[in-house]
Every structure is written in structure tokens, then in C-alpha cells.
Nanobody
Framework: QVQLVESGGGLVQAGGSLRLSCAAS????????MGWYRQTLGKQRELVAS???????AYADFAKGRFTISRDNAKNTMYLQMNSLKPEDTGVYYC?????????????????WGQGTQVTVSS
């Protein structure tokens, strides 16, 4: 079992900033790719940004230049710094992580989701 707990969401005015955190705990040998997804009104859940265990990053076009993803492997924690927020960024932001677990002779991988954190950007 693994728990992914997001925090840092809230209400902010357009042009403002928020920093989201995702802390992973539980049965973890290693966290591989981690990512932030969001679900905005009327849209399917979409990838915002991802980061590998080696800190290689990728961003959706709407996030480039405004959002920065990072992680602290020692703390099993991932962050999303969001600047220049727009009303269309309003939605629920979810943490996603692929973890390795189990005994060394039988390592398995599984992808898990957090419960989500609400981000609301007012105009």
C-alpha cells in the first residue's frame, strides 16, 4: 500500500502563485516517474507535468513557462510551483506516481493516485 497526499491547493487571484506538494508514504522501494494531472471543468483529466527519478521533466504546452515540477527523492515528495495562474487553471490537481515495491527477488511496479487538491483561480 502507498499513500499519495497532495497539499497546497487553494483560492488565488489571477496572476498569483501556488505551490502544490505530493508526499508519498508506505511500501516503497523506489519512486519512478511522478506526475501532476488536473481535471478542469468539462474536460478529461490531463497531464500537467512529469518528472523522472533522475529529474528529467516534461510539461504540457499550457504549463510551459509558468509551472515548474520538481521532486525530493530523499523525502519521496514532488512539487509543482505554479506562477501566473489563470482562471482556466481552475480544477482538481492530482498526484500520480509509479512505485517499485516488494522483496528484492520479486520487485513489482504499480501506479497510484492521490485524492486531489482543489485549485481555484479567480478573475
Amino acid at each position: 500500500q502507498v499513500q499519495l497526499v497532495e497539499s497546497g491547493g487553494g483560492l488565488v487571484q489571477a496572476g498569483g502563485s501556488l505551490r502544490l506538494s505530493c508526499a508519498a508514504s508506505g511500501s516503497i522501494l523506489r519512486l519512478n516517474v511522478m506526475g501532476w494531472y488536473r481535471q478542469t471543468l468539462g474536460k478529461q483529466r490531463e497531464l500537467v507535468a512529469s518528472v523522472t527519478s533522475g529529474s528529467s521533466t516534461a510539461y504540457a504546452d499550457f504549463a510551459k513557462g509558468r509551472f515548474t515540477i520538481s521532486r525530493d527523492n530523499a523525502k519521496n515528495t514532488m512539487y509543482l510551483q505554479m506562477n501566473s495562474l489563470k482562471p482556466e487553471d481552475t480544477g482538481v490537481y492530482y498526484c500520480n506516481a509509479e512505485r517499485e515495491f516488494g522483496p528484492v527477488e520479486n520487485v513489482r511496479t504499480m501506479t497510484s493516485w492521490g485524492q486531489g487538491t482543489q485549485v481555484t483561480v479567480s478573475s
